[in-house]
């Protein structure tokens, strides 16, 4: 196998680790890519390079920016009081394309389990509790997945802040396994609009 030829099966390799990728998909894809070199390879190389050199965490709330606080977290307009707890960024971005709600998030870095020993301590819940003392928050958010792990981590969350602010969850329009990330925008404003307390 020549040289070119494994530098071209590495890309793959790297290409079918992406979520919703295999191997066929990303052979495909590479092979497209090399097809059209200068529209997409090109362009492609830099920009994941601007990425892997800007992007980072806000420090507030866990979302990928390229500044140590994001716009979110940086707007005066979103200091509602409200504060929206995600399990990952794609949940955030699913809400702001949404564009339901207006106020501030919390990104927790996934959902707690005890079968793959994930605890509170694991994700950002201790940097939420700090936020609730800490800013002017009225109102929790709870828009976690409605899988087993989403409601056992929305409960301790409940548990966690009961007695020092509103908790609430979304409602309607979420299914029962559904992730946020995967629904149309109109299901995810209903959702928010009908949300309940814990």
Not at 161 to 187: F, H, K, M, N, W
Request: with cysteine.
């Amino acid at each position: 196998m020549g040289e070119a030829t494994r530098d071209i099966e590495a890309l793959i390799e790297i290409m079918a680790k992406l979520p919703g990728l295999g191997p066929r998909s990303a052979r495909r894809a590479v092979l497209h890519m090399i097809k059209k070199r200068a529209l997409l390879m090109a362009p492609l190389a830099e920009a994941l390079q601007r990425v892997a050199d800007s992007a980072r965490q806000c420090l507030t709330c866990g979302n990928i920016c390229t500044a140590e606080i994001c716009d979110i977290c940086a707007s005066d307009k979103r200091a509602t009081g409200e504060l929206c707890v995600v399990e990952d960024v794609a949940d955030l971005w699913a809400m702001e394309r949404a564009g339901a709600f207006g106020g501030r998030y919390h990104v927790l870095g996934g959902t707690l389990s005890a079968l793959d020993g994930i605890g509170p301590e694991d994700l950002s819940i201790p940097r939420l509790c700090r936020r609730v003392s800490e800013e002017n928050i009225t109102e929790v958010i709870l828009a976690l997945n409605a899988t087993v792990d989403g409601a056992t981590t929305a409960h301790y969350i409940a548990e966690e802040l009961e007695g020092r602010v509103r908790v609430t969850s979304l409602a309607q329009g979420v299914p029962i396994g559904g992730e946020l990330d995967y629904l149309d925008d109109g299901t995810i404003g209903a959702a928010l609009r009908a949300r309940k307390a814990l």
